[in-house]
């Protein structure tokens, strides 16, 4: 640290920024600049890209992964891997449809069980990751092999099939429909619920990070659980907490694929969850943890939706479906970290 | 700890809370309850006294995957009627399904039920079951190989003509433009099914590669095609569970396009009947299952073997609203 103070006798620390450097210094702004390229990008390349009936599906694609994003970088910035999310999705799906439909019971009591279940796989996660001080790369790839054998488990075992039983006909599900799965037209648009549910999450994730005293305890834990423990933050609470966050993300998103695919496969959801931190380190997130936001893991599942739609837009051969995703995901991340480089420098 | 200790306490007493709801709050429509009012049982008892063989059935079906279950049921049945102890064991991986089947043939089953997805890699353990004396019978996939590597006969649909089937009936349909919808990329009957379709089309058809695990990406796929294509009139799909699907992306491109698929699930047979689906094309899973086993007894028991050295073809079968009513009570039991 400089010993000289600046001529006006003001601490250097204390010194007003620039509005130029204060944006050059948000860990988003490599993705959003990444972003844009990619939206020039398929603009170009597409000619059906652009159309507003497109761009929806692009969000749609995009919400469904940003759903979980936030919630994966808040648990990347807090210094956590979450590799259960994606199953945790399907299992949250399975528990409702099965429960409601086993016990008979109105749609609704099965979507509050299945928020509880999942809850508590949260919370096992986060309570296992602190007891055991395992990494968190074995404590949740273990609950990821339980959650899919679990889940195709319990699914043959009750229905006697790998798929549950329609429950489209029983009472609440069109109100649970009309909260997790409704669409509204406008003209040759759709625009789906998924979409503010989004919105929402992101928008929560980021007062919580940057407004809230547990915001500072995420960064903290983040930055290095034992500095923070050593000036009384609570890194227990703040860690169970973020996977709590992670699951009632996946309560959410799970409910929003049984209320609208109405048949739950107990097979999917497998690798979803490399897609959740893929949106989180284009976004800005490390994989080291104490640095990254809510609204870039945004940007990034965006830049994940046009990418995967952007790639059939364009009508490309699809044998090069997915190197095509790999090479975009690639470059996005490369340039994010160029311009974050860049934006270090000229601090 | 006590903090979370409470947390623990609370979530127990919430969960009971709901529990207790539930009792309440009861759905008088759909659920459980109506299936059972539905549903006759149905008694599986041997119908034969032949000694009671073991055989064994390998399939390369993934985890939770619809059809198989369908397979297993039908040789469930079978066994449970021919007197037959039935074991099942499945992986999508060669190399362990190899395994599976060389732990048949040191288990010395009286008979062995194999798909051959990946037939090379099956080559050896089948000349090894072939030197223990084991009867084997292929199933589903392999009709090519199942001669030469000494099995019995081949039970299945040759996905080639399934696919041409399909390819025919979108002629007599009048469609011009084609979507094929591949849920698993880089699966060989898959791409024969929808090469088996351009084939005998007369419009044109493109394949489409989908995310198989990822329903949201699913529907965003097809409706991404649709949306830069909107003279196409026909989507198909490979499986049940992705034709709802298909309509959901149809309904939200704002396309006219048909949606057609393969295999048949409950809601397959719901739309099919509503008319959101054209026609389905069935090759009948149950009958792989059940006519393989069948056909392993009747091999033990009176040296038959069904084929003429031929495959036994159990599809492609075409299934629209008319055959949808009749079958819908089938398929919700699972053995359609």
């Known amino acids: ?138 404590i949740t790839l273990g609950t990821f092999l339980m959650l899919t054998g679990l889940n195709l488990g319990f699914t043959k075992l009750i229905t006697g099939t790998v798929s549950t039983k329609t429950i489209a006909d029983m009472e609440g599900f069109a109100s649970a429909r009309a909260l997790f799965a409704s669409q509204w037209n ?59 966050g992670v699951a009632l993300c996946a309560w959410i998103s799970g409910q929003h694929i049984l209320f609208s695919f109405d048949v739950v496969q107990s097979g999917e959801g497998v690798g979803n969850e490399f897609l959740y931190i893929i949106a989180a380190v284009i976004g800005g997130c490390l994989m080291t943890g104490g640095y990254g936001s809510a609204i870039g893991s945004a940007v990034g599942a965006f830049i994940f939706g046009m990418t995967s739609n952007g790639i059939v837009y364009a009508q490309w051969n699809p044998d090069w479906f997915k190197f095509f995703l790999g090479a975009m995901l690639l470059l996005a991340t490369l340039l994010n970290a160029w311009v974050r480089k860049r934006a270090e420098a000229s601090k | 700890m006590a903090r979370v200790r409470t947390g623990v306490r609370v979530v127990g007493a919430v969960l009971a809370a709901v529990l207790g709801a539930s009792l309440a709050g009861c759905s008088s429509t759909g659920g459980k309850r109506a299936e059972e009012r539905a549903r006759a049982a149905e008694a599986g008892r041997p119908a034969v006294s032949t000694p009671r063989w073991t055989f064994a059935m390998v399939t390369h079906a993934g985890d939770g995957d619809t059809f198989w279950d369908i ?24 190399q362990q399904q190899a395994q599976f089947v060389q732990n048949a043939i040191d288990q010395k089953v009286d008979g062995i039920v194999v798909s051959l997805a990946k037939p090379e890699a099956l080559k050896d353990v089948l000349a090894k079951a072939a030197k223990a004396g084991i009867p084997v019978i292929t199933v589903n996939s392999g009709s090519a190989q199942s001669a030469e590597y000494g099995a019995l006969t081949h ?53 489409l590669y989908v995310e198989g695990t990822n329903m949201p990406s699913v529907q965003a796929s097809i409706q991404a095609q649709l949306q830069a294509d909107p003279s196409i009139d026909a989507i198909v ?53 059940y006519e393989a086993i069948d056909l392993l007894w009747l091999y033990r028991y009176n040296a038959n073997v069904l084929g003429g050295g031929r495959p036994v073809l159990t599809g492609p079968q075409i299934v629209t609203a008319d055959e949808a009513a009749k079958l819908e009570e089938y398929i919700k039991r699972g053995s359609r």
């Open chain 1, 1 to 138: 640290m400089s010993t000289t103070a600046p001529a006006d006798g003001l601490d250097e620390r204390l010194a007003p920024t620039s509005a130029l450097r204060k944006l050059l210094a948000r860990p988003e702004l490599g993705s959003v600049v990444g972003a844009v390229a990619v939206f020039v990008f398929f603009s170009i390349a597409a000619p059906s890209f652009l159309q507003a009936s497109s761009l929806s599906t692009v969000l749609y694609s995009a919400s469904t992964i940003g759903i979980m994003a936030a919630p994966v970088a808040l648990l990347m910035i807090g210094g956590e891997f979450d590799l259960s999310a994606g199953v945790m999705v399907t299992t949250s799906a399975l528990v409702s449809s099965m429960f409601s439909y086993q016990m008979t019971a109105n749609v609704w009591v099965g979507v509050g069980v299945s928020l509880l279940v999942t809850l508590a796989i949260g919370f096992f996660n986060g309570f296992m990751l602190t007891r055991t001080k395992l990494p968190s790369f074995i």
């Open chain 1, 186 to 244: 406008i003209g040759s648009v759709t625009l789906k619920v998924t979409i503010l549910w989004w919105f929402a999450i992101v928008a929560v994730a980021t007062w919580i990070l940057l407004r809230t005293r547990a915001g500072n305890w995420i960064f903290a834990v983040g930055g290095g659980a034992d500095a923070a423990r050593a000036t009384g933050v609570p890194v227990v609470k703040t860690r169970i907490g973020l996977y709590m």
């Open chain 2, 71 to 94: 397979v297993q049921k039908g040789a469930k049945e079978a066994a449970a009627k021919d007197n037959i102890n039935f074991v099942y064991a499945h992986d999508d991986q060669a």
């Open chain 2, 155 to 207: 039970i299945g649909q040759d996905e080639v003509i399934a696919g041409e089937a399909v390819g025919t009936e979108l002629n007599e349909r009048g469609r011009k433009r084609a979507v094929c919808v591949l849920h698993e990329q880089g699966n060989v009957g898959h791409e024969q099914r929808c090469a088996g379709a351009k084939k005998t089309f007369s419009g044109t058809m493109e394949n």
């Open chain 2, 237 to 289: 799909t490979l499986g049940a569970p992705f034709a709802p699907t298909a309509i959901k992306a149809k309904d939200a491109a704002g396309s006219k396009a048909e949606v057609d698929t393969f295999d048949l699930n409950a809601s397959v047979a719901r739309d099919l009947k509503s008319g959101a689906l054209g026609f389905a094309v069935d090759q009948q899973p149950y009958l792989q299952g």
